[in-house]
């Protein structure tokens, strides 16, 4: 086992990680950045374009900004987030221009467009600036545990270097938590990275998590691809296998009509016949990726029909995710940060987000206050502190099994686990149009699924990660289940066929925890 000593190790590699690596380094602190694949091409802003939430500081604008979801999101959003957001987007969008040298496009005024970025060359940028910055960076280093000193506080995290095949330990006086959400590897475009296991690792901890009932976000896609730019579907038509249009259905409000059809048994089909020259043009420019498998295929997708297909994002374009107790971006957990998709973002989004834009705000903005928020913990525990304390691991599912399944032929491996929950949360009918029956029965499956892997699996080396991936989804999907079962309306994006209004009753937060025992309660959002 090789071993590292440093004041802040940052767990992920994306947007979220990497400004969080940057803004601890800036503090003085030494940073060790663990990531699961290579930093710079991992994860889901790597693989795409992403818009940004950024508005300049003009009154009216920002007001407009900040109003302009807080009904989608069910009133659970916080202002004063939401203003402290904007203004940290726009003084890193800025940075990115003037310091990171980004090359933003111009308008038609030659004024810079500032509201978008491409993500190859947005991660490649962050990439480099970590490392000018004195980060060690570990790729292809997954974690698969927090270590915790006597007291409860995280004090680093071990993992397993897959390129190294050899396991790894990092002392750390302060952990930051930035491993993305959870889309239970649907297939979604830069998603196989996110398999929840920050959330896992924080629970062990002893950290909340908040919102994971606003999970169920199915991005649409061409059948066959995994490029879900939901918002270029504003522009469509869609059809059923007969041809007609498929009334109701539309990107935004009209999903579950896109849904019911696809239960049906039928195929759904769009065009994006409603974009103008100039609409058609702009998104060419703004996501290229989007139509590259279209050029390949000799598909022209303003005036030729498509099937599509909905893909579970998650947590991705959720808004659930690790409770944050301070505008540090701090957990419950003493030493303990999170960032990013890792973090809940209802501050910002109340119960409602989606791809880029706030995402991408709340990812340079959570990231670079966790980043700092630990490099202050970490130099408040004196020099050479890291080092020092004794620390044990934290982890347990997948891990360190608590007994045994019987015989070894009557064990579940890691993919049938997998394959197990996916059956769970990843149909239509169970997730996306949500019932609490269905809920019920499916939360009870996977309460045994977590039972049986709690008790016998355990993986090493590359098997570990393998393992710890499918404790953490298994966890992801009970935590989801129980705090929808516990929000009887329909808010925000966690909708409830059996109870379709919005109760003013339930105007709260739903904290959830919890690993052989998942809880919940209530918390109530800031004015």
């Not at 038609?108 to 060359?121: S, T, Y």
């Not at 579950?256 to 020259?277: H, Q």
């Not at 374009?317 to 419950?332: E, H, Q």
């Not at 304390?389 to 032929?409: E, Q």
Request: aromatic letters at 8%; charged letters at 20%; one cysteine or more.
């Amino acid at each position: 086992m090789s071993e590292h000593v440093t004041d802040v190790l940052v767990v992920g590699g994306g947007p979220a990680a990497t400004w969080a690596a940057l803004a601890a380094a800036r503090a003085g602190a030494s940073v060790v950045l663990a990531d699961k694949g290579h930093c710079g091409t991992s994860g889901a802003t790597a693989a795409g374009g992403t818009g940004v939430w950024y508005v300049p500081p003009e009154p009216a604008a920002r007001e407009a900004a900040m109003a302009s979801r807080e009904g989608l999101g069910g009133y659970l959003a916080d202002r004063r987030w939401m203003s402290r957001v904007l203004d940290e987007t726009y003084a890193r969008m800025n940075e990115l221009a003037t310091k990171g040298r980004y090359p933003f496009p111009a308008g038609p005024d030659g004024q810079p467009l500032r509201n978008g970025l491409q993500g190859p060359e947005y991660m490649r940028r962050m990439r480099i600036r970590i490392r000018r910055a004195g980060v060690r960076i570990l790729d292809h280093s997954p974690v698969t545990e927090l270590l915790t000193d006597a007291d409860g506080a995280v004090a680093g995290a071990a993992g397993y270097r897959r390129q190294a095949r050899e396991d790894y330990r990092v002392r750390a006086g302060a952990v930051v938590l930035a491993t993305g959400g959870c889309a239970f590897l649907s297939g979604a475009l830069g998603t196989n990275t996110n398999t929840g296991d920050g959330a896992l690792f924080a629970a062990e901890a002893g950290a909340e998590l908040s919102g994971m009932e606003f999970s169920n976000a199915y991005g649409i896609a061409p059948e066959g691809t995994s490029v879900t730019k939901t918002a270029f579907y504003a522009f469509a038509t869609f059809y059923g296998e007969d041809g007609e249009v498929l009334e109701g259905a539309a990107s935004q409000g009209g999903r579950s009509v896109i849904a019911r059809a696809l239960l049906a048994g039928g195929r759904v089909y769009a065009r994006l016949d409603r974009a103008d020259a100039t609409a058609r043009a702009a998104m060419r420019l703004a996501q290229p990726n989007f139509f590259l498998t279209f050029d390949r295929l000799g598909i022209d997708p303003f005036t030729d029909r498509f099937s599509v297909t909905l893909l579970a994002e998650g947590t991705v374009r959720g808004t659930g995710g690790i409770r944050i107790t301070g505008d540090d971006c701090a957990t419950a957990v003493p030493g303990l940060y999170a960032a990013g998709d890792a973090a809940t973002r209802e501050e910002i989004c109340g119960g409602f987000t989606g791809g880029g834009s706030h995402n991408a705000a709340w990812a340079m903005s959570s990231g670079s206050w966790a980043g700092a928020g630990a490099a202050r913990y970490s130099r408040s525990l004196g020099p050479g502190r890291a080092a020092s304390r004794p620390v044990t691991g934290a982890g347990g599912a997948g891990l360190r099994p608590t007994g045994s399944a019987g015989p070894v032929h009557g064990r579940r491996d890691s993919g049938e686990f997998v394959r197990l929950v996916q059956d769970e949360v990843l149909p239509y009918d169970k997730n996306y149009l949500r019932h609490g029956a269905v809920l019920t029965a499916s939360l009870g499956v996977l309460d045994e699924l977590w039972a049986q892997l709690r008790g016998s699996l355990r993986g090493e080396g590359a098997g570990l990660v393998k393992a710890r991936q499918a404790a953490a989804m298994t966890a992801h999907a009970r935590w989801m289940y129980a705090a929808a079962l516990a929000r009887t309306e329909s808010r925000g994006m966690a909708r409830r066929l059996d109870h379709p209004g919005q109760d003013p009753a339930q105007h709260h937060r739903i904290l959830t925890g919890g690993l052989d025992r998942v809880w919940t309660r209530t918390a109530v959002p800031a004015a």
